[in-house]
């Protein structure tokens, strides 16, 4: 059994998810806290399994996303099970140190 091949099988050549880097935007949205609140403040749920704001070991890499939404699907055995759909992954990569006195357009 695979969660991959089941999502592949249901939704097919279907996008699983899509990312959008808050870093590379041009407004206040640029900090992923700032676009986390205007996602939610839009009617939209984060996943918060575990933390909703995910931290790489490093610190340099923030991450969230939607929450997928979910369909029945009935198998060809006959067993109907709730499938994920496409989500949204956000991310905000922080400078590394060693490039942290460069101008922001560098």
Known sequence: E??????TLVNGYALNHVTISAHQLTSHLRNI?????FIEDNGF???SQGVTLKVSPDGLLLQSSTVADSFSYQ??????????????EFDQRLVL???KNLPDEE
Do not use: H, M
């Open 2 to 7: 695979s969660e991959y091949a089941a999502w």
């Open 33 to 37: 806290s700032s676009l986390n609140q």
């Open 45 to 47: 749920k984060l996943n």
């Open 75 to 88: 198998f060809s055995d006959g067993i109907s099970k709730s499938v994920p759909c496409s989500y949204i």
């Open 97 to 99: 140190p060693q490039f």
